[in-house]
């Protein structure tokens, strides 16, 4: 038997509410500018506290999880195209923003997912 969209979308939205554990190399912000057509990825430097929740290394608060947060990005990547996105952040960018391959898992499947998005003119919102 094979699976239908909605089975695979069941199968997302599950793991979308697992925990995970935080990057100390920081976390991104992804968006698109659909007028210069190209995904966005502010990055956003973090330490991560003794119960492994990310601190604004600024102010040393929480950074919530939901909610507007305002901070100043340490870099913001452009591309075209996942890949384009993919090769600035981790083979041009030394040292790498991303410590953990989990971490890099996840942003390879949120610049397809915002690729997708930016090609067919569909919504984007980052997981």
């Known amino acids: 038997m094979s699976l239908t969209v909605d089975d695979l979308r069941a199968i997302d939205d599950k793991l979308s509410k697992r925990d995970i554990n935080l990057d100390p190399g920081g976390y991104f ?3 698109l500018d ?5 995904i966005c990825a502010k ?8 119960r492994g929740l990310a601190i604004d ?19 913001l990547f452009t ?6 996105l993919c090769v600035a952040i981790f083979e041009q960018t030394q040292p790498c923003p991303v410590t953990m391959l989990d971490h890099a898992a996840y942003l390879g499947r949120e610049f ?16």
């Open 112 to 127: 397809v997912r915002a690729e997708s998005a930016l090609v067919d003119g569909g919504e984007y919102i980052q997981d």
């Open 34 to 38: 659909r007028e210069s057509r190209l």
């Open 43 to 50: 990055h956003f430097t973090n330490v991560i506290d003794e």
């Open 57 to 75: 290394p600024e102010t040393g608060k929480v950074i919530p999880a939901k909610g507007k947060v305002e901070r100043t990005q340490s870099t």
């Open 29 to 31: 912000i992804i968006y």
């Open 79 to 84: 591309g075209r195209t996942a890949k384009e």
